[in-house]
Every structure is written in C-alpha cells, then in structure tokens.
C-alpha cells in the first residue's frame, strides 16, 4: 500500500499550529501505518518525536519512551510488538546510533499511533511514571551564562558578576543536581534568595570536534529545558571570591530537566522562541531567543575547539532576563515551599517543578 508522506507531513504541521503534539492518527497517511508491524513493510513517515527518560511504576530501570499527549508509549515494549529490532534504549546510546535508530523509533511510533489496540501493552498512562531528565547522564552538561544582554544587565546591577565576557563562557552543572518533570525539589533549610532561570537546551547527537558554525546544526538531535534554580547568596559569595557557580547551583534538584527531548524538525528557528516562567500561574518573564548573545553555532565552534562533544552532551543557553534577583520587590518573587515554577518554551513544551520543604520530602 503507498504511503501518503506528504499528506502525514501535512498533519504534523497542522498540529503544530495547534498548539499539540496529538497527530489526527484517522488521516489516511497515518491508518497506513498500522502495516508497519507486519514483517516485509518499509514506511519512512515521521510523526513529531518527544523522546522521554522515565521510571514505570514500582520499577527502578530507566526506560525509553515517546510522549504522546498525556500518553507515553515504551519503545522496547512497542518495538517488540512491531518486530523492529536496533533501537538502543539509553538516551545516550540511541542519539549515538543516529538517523537509523531515529527512524526505526519512529517507524514503531508511526505504527503504534495508527493501531493503538495492537499497541496496547506498550501505552502507559503519563501519571504511572516518574520522568527523569531526559539525559541524565551526560559525560558534558555546559551551561552558558551572560548569555541575553537584559540578563547580563541584571547580574551587573546585582553584583553577581565582575566582567564582561569577550567569548561564550560556561560553568558545569553535574548530574547529581539534575531532576526531571513534574519534581518536587528541596529548598534547604538557610536557603532564602531561590532563584528561578528557564534555559533552551540543545542536545548534541553526534560526536563533535573543530566544528564550523556553518555545521553546527548538523549535530544537534534536538532541544530540552532547564530550570537552572539558583542560590543568589551563595552565587554572591562565589562571584566575590573568583569561584564560577559551584555550590549555588548544583544542590541536588537544583537543575529541573525536560520534560522532553524534542528533535528539530519540530522546533524550526530556534531563535525565535519565547522563553517563559510562570509562579503559580502568574508569568514571570517572556523573553524571545533571538536576544541570545551567542548562539549555537558560536558555542559549538568555541567548545569543539579542542574538547570532543558526545551523543548526549548538553548546552544550556543562558537565562533570559527577568530573574527575581533583578526586581524591585525581588524578596517576594524569591521562590518558597509550596511554589511551583512553570518554565515553557511557549506554544511547544512545559517543564513543571514544585518546591517544597525538607519537611515534606519523602
């Protein structure tokens, strides 16, 4: 049977002007699909891809998945149904296998959304997992700072940096402080000036070194978000004493992650996306990317210099302005228990965090 690419090329459009990731699965292109479990078939039709790191219920093995909605469909249990084998089920190993294993997960995904019923052991309902960040074991996670001039502006009225920087500079945020979507995150006790900072993530998907800026795009898998919680006084301390941001930054939980990887042919232009943050449903900032002062392909050519980036290594592209630390009244925008923090790259993805007391960890 053909399969009508450019007519499932068309939906996914029009979902994306929907303001959804839900893909009409009634358009023929896609009810075509369902053949893709059958041995012999060969289908190249890309739905939107959000690939997701998550723990099922009562399970302490990470496992690969896609978000679909508020569904999520396990890609080793969906592979298996499709008869599809090659697709690695570690975010790292699997953006290392590059385009094959991209388009074999998307061949399972295509199939599974056009014959749910057949699918059925793969789906699992989003509030019956725990998402991790998306990769949770990055051999690099850099974090670009100074990077929107309403931002750098801010850090210098605040006394939170001393120099201007003349090239993309970076600090580490380590694994142990990331956390995923939908997280309760600890804010310790002596801890008062807890700063929110919703950062676009690019997910490198090939290994990398003395890129050109002309090919940085070509090894990028897709984008995520961070919210880059921060300690202003801790930071202030650091900042006074020539230190770059250990401590302020990576408490464990301090660096919420996801919800998603979503690959680029959904995102367009990344420099021109709306990055927010809400508190309790009131919007905080609304900064759009192009305000960037360095953009990829600058940070990719300054870090490959000399330092090979991996499947899986992670820039982090600075926090717009319109920080608590930067207010006026910044004392009652500092976050506190009971807040929850909604950092969005608006219209495409919502990385949601709550903020508790050590009390009410578990």
């Not at 960040?133 to 502006?153: I, Q, T, W």
Request: aromatic share 8%; hydrophobic share 40%; glycine share 8%.
């Amino acid at each position: 049977m053909p399969i009508d690419t450019q007519g499932a090329s068309s939906e996914c459009r029009r979902a994306k002007r929907r303001g959804t990731d839900t893909i009409d699965t009634s358009h023929p292109a896609f009810v075509a699909c369902a053949s893709a479990s059958r041995p012999g078939f060969s289908l190249k039709v890309f739905t939107v891809m959000r690939l997701i790191t998550y723990l099922p219920k009562n399970d302490h093995i990470p496992s690969l998945g896609v978000r679909i909605g508020n569904r999520i469909l396990d890609l080793r249990a969906a592979a298996q149904i499709a008869g599809i084998s090659g697709i690695p089920l570690h975010m790292k190993e699997f953006l290392a296998a590059g385009s094959a294993a991209m388009e074999r997960a998307h061949k399972v995904t295509n199939a599974a959304q056009a014959d749910p019923a057949w699918f059925d052991n793969a789906w699992i309902d989003e509030g019956a997992i725990r998402y991790l960040p998306p990769v949770p074991d990055a051999d690099k996670f850099l974090c670009v700072g100074k990077n929107y001039r309403s931002h750098l502006e801010e850090l210098q009225r605040t006394n939170l940096i001393k120099e201007i920087p003349q090239e993309p500079t970076s600090f580490i945020k380590l694994n142990s402080c990331l956390i995923g979507h939908n997280a309760r995150v600890v804010r310790p006790e002596g801890i008062v000036r807890l700063d929110y900072e919703p950062e676009l993530v690019f997910v490198i998907g090939k290994r990398a070194l003395g890129v050109k800026k002309a090919d940085a795009f070509d090894y990028v898998a897709g984008v995520t978000i961070l919210n880059d919680l921060t300690c202003r006084d801790l930071q202030q301390r650091e900042v006074a004493s020539g230190s770059r941001f250990w401590t302020g930054k990576n408490i464990p939980g301090f660096g919420p992650l996801g919800p998603e990887l979503i690959t680029m042919d959904e995102i367009g232009d990344p420099y021109d996306l709306w990055m927010t943050c809400s508190v309790n449903g009131e919007q905080r900032m609304r900064v759009n990317t192009r305000d960037q002062i360095w953009k990829l392909p600058d940070i990719i050519e300054h870090f490959s210099r000399f330092i090979p980036l991996e499947p899986g290594d992670m820039f982090s592209t600075g926090a717009p302005g319109g920080v608590a630390v930067g207010k006026p009244n910044a004392a009652e925008l500092f976050l506190k228990p009971g807040d929850v923090v909604e950092c969005s790259i608006e219209g495409v993805t919502t990385l949601r965090t709550t903020i508790i007391a050590p009390a009410d960890a578990q």
